[in-house]
């Protein structure tokens, strides 16, 4: 990637846009010929248009450094981890957003689909999982298909896969991520062999149905992030919260933040028809 020049690198993302030379070339109120000498090497853009260009092309501040690197200028955005002092507030704020979602489960992610931050209740998934999963850094998606992850515990895991791995592949074909890119070919490796099967259009939503302690939880989830960072390290993060998909998981959810689980008959999740426990408490653990 460093060693190629920024027109080569521009072009490659038009074509992940599907924009020509000219539908870009319109956006950006510059002449179509302008752009192709711009990727051809010909001529050298601005750092305001060069900008210009990638916020168009939707490129991710990471990428954007490098562009402007390759271009022969000093990067603009910066990258810190999350613990650096300056971030403090930016700390704070996710965790008020986890913390808020309790008693149920919600974490952080990076770009990377690795765990920084999650509330208390994401221990519904951790459990029972192989050690070697959890030595940091944590990966999530791993941790959701991998065989000694919590995938032996989800019921529909089929249905699960086909929606994970195709999004997957997306997110590594748009930033251009070799990490991303060996991280899904591992992964489809842990499937059976031949194509996913296709999303339920009679779903609203994905469910995901757990087991956990004795009951089936059903749930659906939502993705949070940063309305307008200037930085690299919040703009990647995500904000994952996971939600009951029907009454009897939220009982479950507050027992265990209760201290308390449901162990007894299960019942059926009026949501996504998998089993949920039904309502008499024991002590956790």
Known sequence: ?????VGELLREWRRRCKLSQLD????VDISARHLSFVETGRSLPSRTMLLRLADHLRV?????NRLL???????????R??????LAAAREAIRQVLRG?????????????NLVLANDAVEVFLEGVEPALLQPPVNMMRLGLHPGGFASRVENLAQVRAFLLPRL???ALQTGSAELSALHE????YGPPGELPPPDLAEVMLPIRLRHRGAVLCFFNTVTTFGAPFDITLEEIVIEAYFPGDARTAEHLRGLAAGVVNTESPGVCPRCGGTAGATSPRPAG
């Not at 979602?101 to 689909?113: K, V």
């Open 24 to 27: 870009l070339a319109l956006q």
């Open 169 to 171: 592949a997306r997110q």
């Open 101 to 113: 979602h309790e008693p149920y489960p919600a974490l952080a992610l990076d770009s990377r689909w």
């Open 69 to 79: 690197v390759a271009a022969g200028y000093a990067p603009t955005f910066r990258q």
């Open 1 to 5: 990637m460093h060693d190629r020049h």
């Open 60 to 64: 991710p501040l990471r990428e954007r």
């Open 81 to 86: 981890p999350l613990e650096a002092p300056d």
């Open 186 to 189: 591992e992964l489809v490796a």
